[in-house]
C-alpha cells in the first residue's frame, strides 16, 4: 500500500517562497514520476510538474518556469515543491501523487495521492 | 499545451438515472492518454479511468470510459448516492499534462 505524507499548511507573504514535502512510504519510490498538481478555491487542478527520482529528470509546466522546483531525496523517499515569488493567486491546495505504473512502462496517471497542502498567500 | 473542455458544468440527476459526461481535447491525444477522476468535496481526486478506457483498481463496472482522438466520455451507468462529486478529465501524453474544468454531477 502506497502511502503520500505532505507537510502541513504553510501562511506566506506576498514575494515569498515556499516548500512543500511529501514522504512516500510502501513501495518503490524512485522508478515512479510523482507529480505536483495544485487547486485553487473553487477551480479545477493545475498539473504544475513531475520529477522521476531515479534519473533525476523533471519537467515543468511553462506557466510556473522559472518559478517552481521539484527535487527529491532518495535516501528518505521524499520529494519536495518550492514556489517562488509568490502572489495572492498561488493560493491553493498543493498535492503530490504518484503515477500509477513506473517510467519505464510508459506515461500514466496519478494513482496515489497526499492528504494536500494548504498554501495561503495573503499581506 | 492541450486544453481539454468538459460539459456539461451541471449535470443534474436522480440516484439510479444514467450519466454522460464529455472531454473535448483542442488537439487529439495520441494513444488514449486520457484518465478520468472523481474529487470529492475537501478530499484529493482518485482515479477511475486510464487510457480513456481502462477501469483504476477497485473501480466499479458502473463506471466506463469511451472514445479516442479528441472526443473522450466518462458514462456512469445508474448514479448512486455516492457517485454525486465533481468530475475531471486529464490528458497525460504531452506535457503540461492538463486537466479540464470539471463537471458537477448533483442530486436532482
Known amino acids: 500500500q502506497v502511502h503520500l505524507e505532505q507537510s502541513g499548511t504553510e501562511v506566506k507573504k506576498p514575494g515569498s517562497s515556499v516548500k512543500v514535502s511529501c514522504k512516500a512510504s510502501g513501495d518503490t519510490f524512485s522508478t515512479y514520476g510523482l507529480t505536483w498538481v495544485r487547486q485553487a478555491p473553487g477551480q479545477g487542478p493545475q498539473w504544475m510538474g513531475r520529477?522521476?527520482?531515479?534519473?533525476?529528470?523533471?519537467n515543468y509546466a511553462q506557466t510556473f518556469q522559472g518559478r517552481v522546483t521539484i527535487t527529491a531525496d532518495r535516501s528518505t523517499s521524499t520529494v519536495f515543491m518550492e514556489l517562488n515569488s509568490l502572489t495572492s493567486d498561488d493560493t491553493a491546495v498543493y498535492y503530490c501523487?504518484?503515477?500509477?505504473?513506473?517510467?519505464?512502462?510508459?506515461?500514466?496517471?496519478?494513482?496515489?495521492w497526499g492528504q494536500g497542502t494548504l498554501v495561503t498567500v495573503s499581506s | 499545451e492541450i486544453v481539454l473542455t468538459q460539459s456539461p458544468g451541471t449535470l443534474s440527476l436522480s440516484p439510479g438515472e444514467r450519466a454522460t459526461l464529455s472531454c473535448r481535447a483542442s488537439?487529439?491525444?495520441?494513444?488514449?492518454?486520457l484518465a478520468w477522476f472523481q474529487q470529492k468535496p475537501g478530499q484529493a481526486p482518485r482515479l477511475l479511468i486510464h487510457?480513456?478506457?481502462s477501469r483504476a483498481t477497485g473501480i466499479p463496472d458502473r463506471f466506463s470510459g469511451s472514445g479516442s482522438g479528441t472526443d473522450f466520455t466518462l458514462t456512469i451507468s445508474r448514479l448512486e448516492p455516492d457517485d454525486f462529486a465533481v468530475y475531471y478529465c486529464?490528458?497525460?501524453?504531452?506535457?503540461?499534462?492538463?486537466f479540464g474544468q470539471g463537471t458537477k454531477v448533483e442530486i436532482k
Open positions: 501523487a504518484r503515477e500509477r505504473l513506473g517510467y519505464r512502462s510508459g506515461w500514466s496517471p496519478p494513482l496515489y
Open positions: 486529464q490528458q497525460y501524453g504531452i506535457s503540461p499534462r492538463t
Open positions: 488537439q487529439s491525444i495520441s494513444t488514449s492518454y
Open positions: 487510457g480513456a478506457s
Open positions: 520529477i522521476i527520482p531515479l534519473l533525476n529528470i523533471t
